[in-house]
């Protein structure tokens, strides 16, 4: 750590702040380019006279097709969609091996952001599609979790300020991703595919200057990477304790219940964009507003849900004992539900009435998703970070984000349901998928919750 006791940020340490701002261009530039990969795939790259140029895209599409059947247009674009915001999420592994093994937090980010920065620039051009998806799965491999398992390692094991920094951390990355949809989906949407691409390039570069500016204030690197640089023969002798094995296999076992917990919230950038662009009243003032804003609004009210939530809890603290970690999980979960059924109740009004769906049903659909979620995402993340052994700690943060390799593998599955289902039917799935995570997590937390808790997890570097 560089200074414990460092409170210039917010009241954290300094830190924090560029691990902030640099994720933060890191999540603008990952969502710019999310919020318009289904609408490009559907209105452009998918369609003939484009799909043909995609090298390597005839032996991709037959192995979709082994897979999954024949599928037309938009449940094939939803298929490629889940397959990348799944594996974006199963790299880190790799990375966080790469970093804590053999290069290290810094070089091993570096890579991963010039990666990032070169996929989005050859998303521009039809021919580099796969060549570029490929560049941003091993970019953010790279940059993903070794830059968020750097939160946690600027506290002490005693310093409570940990929990907070994890929904700061969250706020200030929220803002990447509300400005990204307003960015880099309307140049998009509005100037030309290759205009909003580009933009999300330009904000990694953006990004990794930041971390590069801030690198003298995070934690050191790796105990293992640190010890084979200072030891003559350049090998390392960290080794884990049984301790740390047994908090691995916790931590791994809960990832099925993450899994479940998150399909609902990722389906926002996959089946909910093209259903809500043909089917949600989207008019206003005489002109439709670009499709891409919604994911907008739904950063808006996720950063504002993650101040109250952060609030609320210390508030709650004064008063009563704080509920652990698993326990808030479990409540996001449930709240969540009442944001799918939002969904729910628009589309059974609007085909009983043959007219779109108001736009009133999905605020209330981002507003109660993003209420639940507060308590889902930092959380668990922290979660992680707190239980990981320092010398695995961007291992075990890669490991973290097998639930999101799955949920969104998943999401692409279940995203092309939509031509099959009635709406209706399509959103009470999802508010079934958050109910079933709910009611697992409170019991997760009566049977595992005692192994989890911070005082017998409190340990140092070995």
């Known amino acids: 750590m560089h200074d414990p006791n460092d409170r210039s940020f917010l009241g954290h340490p300094r830190g924090l702040g560029y691990i902030a701002f640099a994720e933060a261009w890191e999540r603008f530039s990952y969502y710019g380019m999310q919020a318009l990969l289904a609408l490009y795939m559907v209105h452009r790259l998918l369609l003939p006279g484009h799909v043909e140029h995609v090298a390597g895209f005839g032996v991709y599409h037959r192995l979709i097709n082994s897979i999954y059947g024949n599928l037309s247009t938009q449940p094939l674009a939803s298929a490629i969609f889940g397959h990348y915001t799944s594996l974006v999420y199963l790299t880190p592994i790799a990375g966080g091996l790469i970093a804590d093994r053999w290069l290290g937090r810094t070089r091993t980010i570096t890579i991963g952001a010039l990666l990032m ?11 580099t599609f796969l060549l570029a998806m490929t560049c941003l799965l091993c970019g953010v491999g790279c940059f993903k979790g070794n830059l968020a398992s750097q939160v946690g390692a600027l506290y002490t094991p005693g310093d409570n300020r940990r929990a907070d920094a994890f929904q700061i951390y969250y706020i200030f990355i929220n803002g990447g991703v509300i400005a990204a949809p307003l960015i880099a989906g309307t140049l998009g949407e509005i100037y030309g595919w290759h205009w909003g691409f580009g933009a999300a390039g330009v904000g990694m570069l953006i990004g990794l200057t930041i971390y590069l500016l801030g690198r003298k204030y995070l934690p050191h690197d790796s105990p293992v990477v640190e010890e084979k640089e200072a030891s003559p023969d350049h090998t390392a002798r960290t080794k884990l304790t049984r301790r740390d094995i047994i908090a691995i296999v916790v931590l791994i076992g809960l ?5 479940i917990a998150i399909i609902p919230n990722q389906q926002i950038f996959n089946a909910y964009m093209v259903w809500a662009e043909d089917h949600a009243d989207l008019i206003f003032f005489g002109k439709k507003m670009p499709t891409t804003w919604l994911i907008t609004l739904d950063s808006i009210v996720s950063v ?10 210390r508030l709650w603290s004064k008063k009563f004992r704080e509920p652990t970690e698993i326990t808030k999980i479990a409540i996001g979960s449930l709240i969540a539900v009442t944001g799918m059924l939002s ?3 628009g589309a059974a009004i609007a085909a009983k009435s043959g ?47 097998l639930a999101f390799f799955t949920g969104n593998n998943l999401v692409g599955l279940i995203g092309g349901l939509l031509e099959k289902m009635a709406a209706t039917q399509f959103w009470l799935l999802h508010a079934g ?3 079933i995570a709910g009611i697992t997590f409170f019991l997760a937390g009566r049977i595992f919750g005692h192994l989890l808790a911070p005082d017998d997890n409190t340990r140092t570097a070995t």
């Open 255 to 259: 990832l099925p219940f993450l899994t």
């Open 304 to 313: 504002s849900f993650l101040f109250i939530a952060v609030i609320f809890w």
């Open 343 to 345: 969904l729910v109740t």
């Open 433 to 435: 998928f958050a109910g």
């Open 117 to 127: 920065s070169a996929g989005h620039f050859l998303m521009a051009f039809d021919v």
């Open 355 to 401: 007219e779109k769906v108001a736009i009133g049903w999905l605020v209330g659909f981002h507003i109660l998703n993003s209420a639940g979620f507060a308590n889902v995402f930092p959380v668990s993340l922290a979660l992680y970070a707190r239980v990981a052994p320092a010398a695995l700690s961007a291992t075990i943060i890669g490991i973290y984000y």
